[in-house]
């Protein structure tokens, strides 16, 4: 399976559609089999105590599995989430960046769906999982 | 079923433990079938096209099942989401707040769970359905 | 919203697609907000303890979900589920039946999406609940 | 980790305790990262068509965690779903087994979760993905 566009073209796209939420997102590996999404945890993602919000954390889910879409089909900026399911199952671990292994299991033609795996950096076991069904616009 | 806390203390309570969050959502109604939460939409809940973000109302599910089991159960800050499923179904309607509508289903003495529709204020048919699992730390 | 099938309809319909679970499940109510199925339950649907299974649970919110569909539709044998998130919050009662209180939330072109608030008949609390995405075939 | 049952003591377990099912399914490959839960289908299992049934699958999802979660804590009988989502991509192919690839991604005193990867057996693309919690009691 041949690759539509490349960490730099999906970096361009995100600044160009998403600026609000660029800043927050980087792709670490991008790959045939899926790709790793860097949420650079800030200030505005903490809830008290220094823990990362469950909102934040979704939006992770919600762009890994949106660029890893991209990735295949090309920049539909119309793609829009249908379903989410997500598990939270550990506190993240303060003051480092969470990644997000993520793979498209479906691509179709109306719909898409991927998995994520979220960690904080440096640790093994998982923060969360998450499973997205994107439905793809007709071309 | 007796409520622990009324609109008035979970506001107070909101603002003292999510204060990054409490501008956002006000209490519109609470009895003892549930409660019904507005978030009350800005520009920085918005997609390019003037859409409300998924995450924004993936917060709004979050917040409101929160609420719920605290009206019942009084202020316990470290009640935390374990699990949430979320179905987006249509597109908010522009420039209107959100509105949703949340009943406990479940109350263990270690799992709650809650379920949340979510409304364009003025619309009949529904955004986002959602539902929601937070484990209650032992007291 | 008018009909397109009702009960004896749906009944018909289900002995000619579904012989083998058209014996486990029955329609007691039907109107334009939604419809109640009944399970009724058998030696087959239990687990040691006389406890319901769960994917006998889940059964009953999938075919609750594809019946009231239909009920909007008429007849379409090849709608399938794309989509389950279930959860299982009390034990049934042994020995009386299920009620599955069933909602559509979305009947689009190509999706819909329903829930379902599972019942022990004559017991308030739910024992559990679902949602559940069918895709549509083009007609 | 260590293992707490292994293959044989996993599938004695199942036939003491879930005569019903313990026909249905078969343990192929038990480690320390997880199993694989063959389901070797039968008449029983099929929807008209030929297709294997949502209820079909649902179970062999269930009982894969089940058993990954025994093979680390031992035969605790009471453990019971809480939650479950799944996402229904592929037909399955007709005639074969189907394969379940099961991860524990978190086990904790009180919850823990799991996920699965259903495939028709020689089909590399997924038939299903699922996700699911179970309570286990105090000991």
């Known amino acids: 399976m041949a690759l539509a566009m490349d960490i730099a073209g999906l970096h361009d796209f995100m600044q160009q559609a998403f600026q609000q939420v660029a800043d927050d997102f980087r792709i670490d590996r991008l790959d045939e089999t899926?790709?790793?999404v860097r949420m650079m945890t800030a200030e505005?993602?903490?809830r008290p105590g220094g823990t990362i919000s469950?909102?934040?954390m979704f939006?992770?889910?919600?762009?890994s599995v949106y660029f890893a879409i991209l990735s295949r089909i090309g920049p539909v900026a119309l793609a829009v989430t249908t379903n989410?399911?997500?598990?939270f199952m550990r506190k993240p671990k303060a003051g480092v960046d969470l990644?997000?292994?993520t793979r498209i299991l479906k691509l179709?033609?109306?719909l898409a769906v991927g998995d994520v795996l979220i960690r904080s950096e440096g640790v093994s076991s998982p923060v969360a999982r998450a499973a997205l069904t994107y439905a793809i616009p007709p071309s």
């Open 34 to 36: 899926g790709l790793t």
């Open 44 to 46: 505005r993602h903490l």
């Open 54 to 56: 469950g909102p934040s």
């Open 59 to 63: 939006a992770l889910a919600d762009v």
């Open 84 to 87: 989410c399911s997500i598990d």
């Open 99 to 101: 990644l997000a292994e």
């Open 108 to 110: 179709g033609r109306s």
